[in-house]
């Protein structure tokens, strides 16, 4: 625990500091305003024949942004506040993970997607404000796989090389493959979350028992987690629709996903209940898989799947989501050794992967009659190089684009877990994993400390099978 504290005293400040700076530095050389954030838009306004600045699109797109980025901040660290002596580097820990990432993302993602190539420079506004919180979704969805078992050093290196691959699969899926991804099923949960998982494999702890004591939640702990939550369910039909096209698709995604939602709390419900034979509710259940719906209509959302259909995703999902929670993964970490802290196989990966294959199928199905030609020619933007491609051949295109993800994610992870097993992060010793005292100033009453110590975990995470045996 020296070393450990050793470490963080002189690697932390120093990687924060020579970050910054770096970023200065790159901004200075290649980010610019674009032309809707720019002084100059009053001459574009002229040029255009625009005459109210309600065409800006940041009166379109703010709105979006804070939701999301609210999320971001709030919805993802309070979700992750369930372990009871861990919350100040759940909230923490992603606000700083948000922060260094989003200003990577802004140059990686204006590297691939919209460098000039006459100056050399990235311009950005409202909607690429949007696209960095997302990449740093996908960051956020991997650390909830490690969550209390690494080092903030750790989780910096591992956003670094996160937002690198996110970038790089990104263009793949959606410039090259030309998949539609708005709710990123596919670019961000699907990436995110088997990323997280092969980084949690390779660094697997044998000896995590040690910290036993802190793997559990008590009753506050869990209220916290629950407000991530609601901030996170509430907002969602805005991450599904933050980017999509102005006008019927954006106004589509939000109603798909707001109904999709919806209908996986009532299985998320049901299903937690028949899984305890005296039918009480599991708040893990409560707090994840009623999430699950918003994830897996990421990218069919704005689709013509109809309100029913939109209904029938969140009907699986959550039950779906659930039994992953019950059974999948207390599997996969006794058989596949991954150490799963927030079980994020449960609402990312899986549903992730249900959202590529309900995005394949739905695009696969469309026809003229349902959306309309122009319909058609807008939704999947069947325009340019790919003006001639059938629907037919955009599902087979949406199909490629999740397999892409989850090869970014496993193999990326692999890469990353590698470096991350060296030596010298400072990562906490067994014995002192889950415990806010390693890397923050914890001002604990020694009676109230003996007191939690006295109460057992309300819940185990990613062990339900322990609830099976004691009715048994």
Request: aromatic share 12%.
């Amino acid at each position: 625990c020296a070393d450990t504290n050793t470490n963080i005293r002189l690697t932390l400040p120093v990687v924060c500091f020579v970050w910054q700076i770096a970023m200065i530095i790159l901004f200075g050389v290649f980010i610019r305003y674009d032309e809707e954030s720019d002084t100059h838009w009053v001459e574009t306004k002229a040029h255009d024949n625009i005459t109210s600045d309600i065409e800006n699109d940041f009166y379109f797109r703010y709105p979006s942004f804070q939701d999301v980025h609210v999320m971001i901040f709030v919805g993802f660290g309070f979700l992750m506040t369930f372990l009871k002596r861990y919350s100040f580097g759940a909230v923490g820990f992603n606000f700083l993970v948000a922060s260094f990432g989003l200003q990577w993302a802004l140059l990686m993602q204006g590297w691939f997607h919209s460098l000039d190539p006459q100056t050399g420079k990235i311009f950005i506004g409202v909607e690429s404000l949007i696209n960095a919180d997302f990449c740093v979704a996908g960051c956020l969805i991997a650390y909830g796989a490690v969550l209390g078992k690494v080092s903030p050093v750790q989780l910096l290196v591992m956003t670094l090389f996160g937002v690198t691959l996110f970038a790089v699969e990104e263009y793949i899926i959606l410039n090259l493959l030309h998949a539609r991804d708005a709710g990123g099923s596919m670019v961000i949960h699907t990436f995110g979350g088997y990323y997280g998982l092969t980084i949690s494999w390779v660094l697997y702890r044998p000896n995590l028992n040690q910290s036993k004591r802190m793997q559990g939640s008590v009753y506050h702990s869990d209220i916290f987690a629950m407000i991530g939550t609601l901030f996170l369910w509430m907002f969602w039909p805005s991450f599904n629709s933050a980017i999509t096209d102005h006008g019927d698709g954006q106004h589509r995604a939000a109603i798909n996903t707001y109904l999709c939602l919806a209908s996986t709390v009532l299985t998320t419900v049901a299903i937690s209940s028949l899984s305890q034979k005296t039918g009480k509710l599991d708040m893990v259940h409560i707090q994840n898989s009623t999430l699950a719906g918003g994830v897996a209509l990421g990218t069919a959302a704005e689709f013509m799947i109809s309100p029913y259909g939109a209904l029938i995703v969140g009907f699986f999902c959550g039950i779906i989501s659930t039994m992953g929670y019950i059974f999948i993964s207390p599997f996969l970490e006794k058989t596949l050794k991954i150490q799963d802290t927030c079980g994020i196989h449960n609402l990312h990966a899986m549903p992730g992967v249900i959202g590529g294959i309900v995005g394949a199928i739905t695009a696969a199905a469309a026809s003229e009659s349902v959306y309309g030609k122009q319909g058609l020619i807008n939704t999947f933007d069947f325009t340019g190089d790919f003006k001639d491609r059938t629907v037919l051949t955009q599902g087979g295109y949406q199909a490629a684009g999740m397999c892409v993800s989850i090869v970014f994610g496993v193999v990326g992870g692999a890469i990353v877990g590698s470096i991350l097993r060296l030596p010298i992060w400072g990562d906490p010793a067994d014995e002192n994993c889950f415990d806010d005292e390693v890397y923050w100033e914890v001002s604990l009453p020694d009676e109230e400390e003996e007191h939690q110590e006295s109460i057992p975990p309300i819940l185990e995470y990613n062990n339900h099978m322990i609830h099976k045996q004691q009715d048994l």
